[in-house]
Each structure stands twice: as C-alpha cells, then as structure tokens.
C-alpha cells in the first residue's frame, strides 16, 4: 500500500531514482544522428506480432506491479483508492526521471490509465471503483474504450447497441469496432443504448463490462500498415451487473464526454505520436544525403515541416499548463490533436517526395522502405479520438465562432430517427 505521507521533491527524487536503478537500466546517451547508422524504424503505432505482444505485455505488467508497490503507480490519485495523493510536480518529476531508463512499453495501459480510470473515479460507484481502480493502476488489469459502431463513430450519439435490464443485471447486444487492445484487456468501458424513446444523446447509458465474460467475442481487424491492433467486438446477451453502471441510467452522454476530453488530453500530450520528428534532424539529414539541400521548395518545405511542430508544442504546452492548473481542457486540446495530424500529414507528403519510389520497394536500402509504416499509419491518426474535420468543426464553432453544425436533433426520439 502506497505511503501517504508527503516527501519533500529532493525526497521524492531519491526514492524514483532508488526505484528506477533497482528497476531499470538508464539509457545510453544519445548519439547525434548519423544517416545510415542504426535503427530505421519510423513507425507511428507498435505492431508486433501476437507471441511478441504478449511477451511485451508480461515485462510491461512485471514493471507497472513493482512501480506501484513502491509507491510510485498512481502518484496523483486518491489514497482511498490506492493513490499517493501528490501533487501534479511529483508526477511531472517522476516521467522525467522515468525518461533516463529504458523502461518496458507502456502503451498497452494508455487508454485504460488515460481515459478509462479517470472516467470510473468520476462516475462509476464505490464497488467499481474498489474492484478496478488500484488493479488497473498496478497493471493486473488492463482496459478498453468500447465506443465506435459501423454506425457511430463521429456521431457518437448515433449507437445501437443495446442495454436491456433484467433485476439486477442488464443484458448487452450488439457491435463494437475499432476497439483499440480489446484482445489483451480484461475490462471495457461500453457506452450502450438503453431507452430509445429519448433523443439519441438521452438514451445512452455507460458500463464497465468484463471482457472475458460469456457472449464477448473479439475479432482481430487487419490493418494497411500491417498490424492488427484494433478489433471487433460482438456482445451477445452479455450480462453486466447493475452496480457495474457508470453514472446514471440514461446520463452516458456525460460519461462518454469525460472520457472523450481525457482520450484528446491524452492523444494532444503526445506531441509527436512518439515519431521523433518534432527536430526535424531525421529529415534534414535525409535531404542532404538525397542532396536536394541546394533545392529552394524542398528547403521551403522543410523549414514548414519545422515551424508547424514547433508552434503544436507551444500550444500543446499552453493546454497542458491549463489542466495542471486544474482548469478544464477546452478547444485547445482539439488544436493540439488537429496540429499533431496535419504535422504528420505535412511530413508523410515531403518523405514521399524527397524519397520517390523507394518508399513503396523494399530495396534493402537503409532509411526508405522504413518509412512506409509511418505513411500508412498518418491516416489513421487522422481519425483516432476525433477525426480532422470534427476536429475543425469544434475550433470553427468554439474558438473562430462559426455558425453550429446543424447535426444535432435534440428532441425527436432516436427510435424514429434514420440510422445509418
Ligand atoms: C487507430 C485508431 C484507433 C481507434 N481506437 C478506438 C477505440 O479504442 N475505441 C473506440 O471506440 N473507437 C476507436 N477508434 C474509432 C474512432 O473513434 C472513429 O474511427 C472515429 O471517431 C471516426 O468515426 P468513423 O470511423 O465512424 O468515421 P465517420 O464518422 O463515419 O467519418 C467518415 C468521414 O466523414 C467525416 N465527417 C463525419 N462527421 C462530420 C461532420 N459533422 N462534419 C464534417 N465531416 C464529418 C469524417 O471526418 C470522416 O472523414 C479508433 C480509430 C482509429 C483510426
């Protein structure tokens, strides 16, 4: 159980980098970036196949189970649920220091850490919160964000899979897609409808649904880059207990929006999908070897390419700086997401150019064909947590003040409405 005292920042430092020597190795120092040498690799999501996730899986639990013990899993969180109860600068110092070591990837726990838990200590009840919260913190569980439908994905509002009750428990059926590591998770967050007599944003209703219970399936779904880390998700008759509920019967808008703000804090934090490409140094060296350095629009294009992720991390630092300060995230989070993707964008189009054909044949040439992972994979960036467009609509309408999307009809029941 984690100690609830309050160390000072020169104790706290003492005790992450005990833990970190005892538990990690620290990094080499980066070499400068030489073209041809090393690792080629540009990929924007990690795709490995299903024995060497699972592996992976494994060390990132061993790793997530000993940084909770000592204390350091959930530095900001509750201690009534297992958290330290410190404040944000512990946790900025602890990622900090974290970034010295070479740790086990994290990801698999990004959505059940960035937007799962945070949405059941907001609404689920006091046996949820007990049963999950400390088991996700400390890695035993992981979770899943079950939103998007074949019909439903920007339109949200627009589900159809059911929550029908039965005494104490209710009875799901329906269709998932997109679902993120729904092939390694234990528990989901599933936003369902539950009365469609009420307008399509009041008849939703959210659960934490175990994701081994009987009349889950999940199908992996393949994707261009190659991978295969989303799937589809089928319920059939699948029971989830009424104490399982998040928030109110019928109130799964709100649920749905406090995680949808946590999933663009989450997405927008990241900065550069963990390509790199924020220094620009990869490009540039890839331009002099190519020497296409003397090329006017290519030295034009690039220095767009630099400016663009520079004012993203400006930006991105001013929201984040906001939600330290214990504000609401507001549009800047969906700039920071819209800025993150055209960026990528922007980079996809000048390899392409600068590299012609071999980024689509696999010539055995160093710091090419590597590259058709990360082209493959922008476009998927672009519609994860919000596509560009929506994203457009909500700095339209929010920050430049442009007439509202005349999409949403509030009050005729969604029983009546056409579905897509
Ligand atoms: C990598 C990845 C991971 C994902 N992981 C998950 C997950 O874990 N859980 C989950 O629930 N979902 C997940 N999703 C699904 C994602 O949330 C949806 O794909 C996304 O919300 C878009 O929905 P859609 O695919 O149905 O496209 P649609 O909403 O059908 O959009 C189709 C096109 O129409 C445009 N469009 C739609 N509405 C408007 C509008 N009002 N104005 C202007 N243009 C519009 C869109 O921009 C898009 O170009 C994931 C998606 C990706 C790519």
Known sequence: MPATTQPDLDQFRDEVVTFLDANATPKEAEKAFEWGEGEDEVSLFEEVDRQTELAQLAEAKTFRAARYDAGLGWIGGPSQYGGRELPNAYDRLYTQLEG???????????????????????????????????????????????????????????????????GDEWILNGQKVWTSGAHYSDIGEVICRTDPDQPKHKGLTGFVVDMHAPGVEVRPLRQMTGGASFNEVFFTDVRVHDSHRLGDVNQGWTVALTTLMNERASIGAGGGGGSGLGNVTRLTEMVRHYRMDDDPLTRQELMKVYIGFQVAKFTNQRAMDKIKAGQLPGPEMSIAKLSLTQNLWRSANFVAGVLGPRVAADSGEWGTFAWARFLCGVPGLRVAGGTDEVMKNIVGERVLGLPKDPGIDATTPFRELRVN
């Open 100 to 166: 010295r070591y070479a740790v086990p990837a994290q990801g698999f726990f990004g959505i059940g850490l960035g937007m799962v838990a945070p949405t059941i200590l907001a609404h689920a009840t006091d046996e949820v919160r007990d049963a999950y919260l400390a088991k996700l913190y400390r890695g035993d569980l992981v979770a899943c964000q079950l939103f998007s439908e074949p019909g439903a994905g920007s339109d949200l509002a627009g589900l159809q899979t059911r929550a029908d009750r039965d």
